[in-house]
């Protein structure tokens, strides 16, 4: 390996060590015979734009190209995972994965949320990956967004994570300025996932994504499920319901709105003891008393009879 490869790859894990990162989100390959950046960009991320990203995390750019030899070891940028604790809010979460409070918008939207809403107890959140840049001679923040965001009007992104003033227009890049970028849009394929499982230098967090998909397919598959409910599609309701409940760890919100439509349609199957036992398990999970509320105007005798069997 070229020596100026060498000092890329070191230069790179120097550069983690001075930000003091803990990043979990990065494993290490080896680079094959004929692959390049844009072929391993392929497929461990199922597109070639984030070429710029590997070339980023390695300082391969800073040394004159990005073209890589077989043998050469190079930092996968990846998304981690973090599990919601009870209080945790996102500027908490921010602070620990993202080394400021003040991030918790970005971590907030890479999950599809707001800051000011609070992520729910048990949740496993995404932590997106962040690079460290070396600014060049005359670059300036919506070249860099550009180059590693795919958007030059992205720029403010970056000029707000790395708490820049933003009055006035772009503030003034130097020469040697580091300057973090979170990949909001980069997310690992099958085949980057199983690599990144594999590799020993993979530092796995709780839950290792698995939990994050189960909940992500929960908030797409809840809403079909209370319309099988409200339809009368009850043997439907069941199936996708049981389905949900077996497809990894939820929320305590997602159960307890899975376990209550249950309740109905248990009910209307005329099966009262997995009535019963779906009413304690919708009431071991709601978040709230007022979640518990079983209005007699709008609730059926039988779903009140078999809540008050237990």
């Known amino acids: 390996m070229r020596r100026s490869k060498v000092m890329g790859v070191l230069f790179a894990a120097s550069l ?25 960009s392929t497929r461990v991320y199922g597109t070639p734009r984030f070429e710029t990203a590997l070339a980023g995390a390695n300082r391969l750019d800073a040394f004159g190209g990005s073209a890589v030899v077989p043998g050469q070891p190079l930092e996968i940028p990846a998304p981690s995972h973090a ?79 790395n708490g820049r003033p933003t009055d006035g227009g772009p503030s003034r890049l130097n020469r040697g300025d580091v300057l973090l970028v979170p990949l909001l849009d980069l997310s690992l394929t099958e085949d980057g996932k199983r690599e990144a499982r594999g590799s020993a230098d993979r530092t796995r967090t709780e839950g290792g994504g698995q939990a994050f998909e189960a909940q992500r397919r929960a908030e797409s598959e809840v809403p079909p499920l209370l319309a099988d409910v409200r339809a009368g599609r009850y043997v439907d309701a069941v199936a996708r319901g049981n389905k949900l409940l077996g497809s990894g760890e939820l929320t305590k919100p997602q159960l307890a709105a899975v376990h209550r439509s249950l309740v109905e349609a248990y009910v209307a199957l005329e099966a009262p003891g997995l009535a019963a036992g779906a009413c304690a398990a919708w009431r071991a999970n709601a978040v709230s008393s007022a979640d518990l509320k ?13 809540c008050a069997s237990r």
């Not at 709008?298 to 078999?306: E, G, I, N, Q, Y």
Request: proline fraction near 6%; glycine fraction near 8%; aromatic fraction near 6%.
């Open 16 to 40: 983690c060590c001075l930000l003091g990162s803990e990043d979990a989100s990065a494993f290490v390959h080896v680079v094959t015979k004929g692959e390049t950046l844009a072929q391993l």
């Open 83 to 161: 599990r919601v604790k009870a209080g945790d809010t996102w500027p908490d979460l921010a602070r620990v994965h993202l080394g400021d409070a003040r991030r918790a918008d970005t971590l907030a939207r890479a999950n599809g949320a707001v800051p000011w809403v609070p992520p729910a107890e048990g949740q496993e959140v995404e932590v997106p990956a962040v690079l460290a840049h070396i600014v060049a001679e005359g670059e300036t923040m919506a070249a860099i967004a550009q180059r590693y965001l795919g958007d030059s009007n992205r720029g403010w992104e970056l000029e707000s994570y």
């Open 294 to 306: 079983l209005d007699p105007r709008s609730t059926s005798p039988k779903v009140r009879a078999a």
